[in-house]
Structure formats: structure tokens, C-alpha cells
């Protein structure tokens, strides 16, 4: 009897976690709380941070949100494929997400980069039919996603996030809205000798 619940209980169960699994990539950033800082100034901040690191960024979402274009580069071991084993190469690219939203007397800054694979030729490629049933519009090349561009039929796996960066680009950041220590004010403050 025991057997048959688990049986019949397992294919529930592997469809929960599969569920609860593909939103956690989505949803987890890296956050810093920077105190007496507005959203506004923590977003321009950051948007010059990532300018620097990623070349062009675009503003969504009001203007608090900043996702930058993907910066792509070659590896022989981070990939997570067999190829890491006899280094071979791998074309990978990099893709930031900032958000800013105000928390109580400062705001919050969440980042998360992405680093992804490009798979797009370890795809299986399916074939469209070679002759149609009917006349249909739904048969045109355009529905066969002939008339697509090779940006668009590129394929990127997620493959991991580069915490370190998120962590030494949320630091630079947050030094950016530190106060200067007592001993820097009162050197500015003092008449030199």
C-alpha cells in the first residue's frame, strides 16, 4: 500500500518542484540597502557603474529599472558542458538587471547578472513539414519562422549568476553614498599648516 501512494504521489510532487524551481532564477538579486540615498540618485549612480562594465544600458519601468545589453565573451572553463574537460571554447555572454525602490529613510538596490551559453547549435533543429495540407495563411514561410533573424533564432542557456560582480559592483555603489569619515572632514575643515 505504501508503495502505490508513492508511486501515485510522485509525479505530483516532481511537478511542484519543477514549478517551484523555474521561478527561483527569476527572482533572486543581490540587494543592498543604501541609507539616506533616493532612488532617483542610487539609479543614476548605477547607471553609470553599469555604462562602465556593460556598454549600454536601457531604463525601464519608470526609470528605475536597468537592464543592460548583453556583453559577450569566450571560455574554456565556465561553461558547464563537457567542453570545460578539454578546454574547449565557448561563446558566453553577460547580462545585468538593476532595480531601486525606496525602503524607509534610504533605498534598496537589487542587482543580478546573468551569465549565459550560447546553445544554438547544440539545438536540435526542427524541420518544417516539406509540403502543405492546405492553403491556410498558417502555412506561409513567415509562420515557419523563415523570415526570422539569426539574432533571433539564437539560443542562450542560463548557466549561473556571477556573484562575485554583483557584490563588487553593489559595493562601489554603496561607497559611493557613504559619508566621508570623521577624520577626511576634519582635515577639510581644518586651515593648512
Not at 112 to 120: G, K, N, Q, S
Not at 137 to 147: F, G, L, N, S
Request: hydrophobic fraction near 40%; charge should be neutral; proline fraction near 7%.
Amino acid at each position: 500500500m505504501n508503495l502505490r501512494i508513492a508511486i501515485l504521489a510522485t509525479p505530483g510532487m516532481l511537478l511542484l518542484l519543477a514549478g517551484c524551481a523555474a521561478g527561483l532564477e527569476q527572482r533572486q538579486f543581490a540587494t543592498r540597502v543604501i541609507p539616506a540615498a533616493e532612488p532617483d540618485a542610487v539609479v543614476a549612480a548605477a547607471d553609470s557603474i553599469l555604462r562602465r562594465e556593460f556598454g549600454r544600458v536601457r531604463r525601464e519601468d519608470g526609470g528605475r529599472l536597468l537592464v543592460s545589453e548583453p556583453v559577450e565573451f569566450s571560455t574554456s572553463s565556465e561553461s558547464g558542458t563537457t567542453r570545460d574537460l578539454y578546454a574547449g571554447r565557448s561563446r558566453m555572454r553577460r547580462v545585468a538587471t538593476l532595480s531601486a525602490a525606496p525602503r524607509g529613510a534610504g533605498t534598496v538596490a537589487r542587482l543580478r547578472i546573468d551569465v549565459e551559453r550560447e546553445d544554438t547549435s547544440r539545438r536540435e533543429p526542427l524541420r518544417p513539414d516539406e509540403f502543405r495540407l492546405t492553403d491556410s495563411p498558417a502555412a506561409t514561410p513567415v509562420e515557419r519562422d523563415a523570415a526570422t533573424a539569426p539574432r533571433q533564432n539564437t539560443v542562450w542557456t542560463f548557466v549561473k549568476r556571477d556573484l562575485r560582480l554583483e557584490r563588487a559592483l553593489l559595493d562601489e555603489l554603496q561607497d559611493q553614498f557613504a559619508p566621508e569619515p570623521p577624520e577626511a572632514q576634519r582635515a577639510a575643515t581644518q586651515p593648512g599648516e
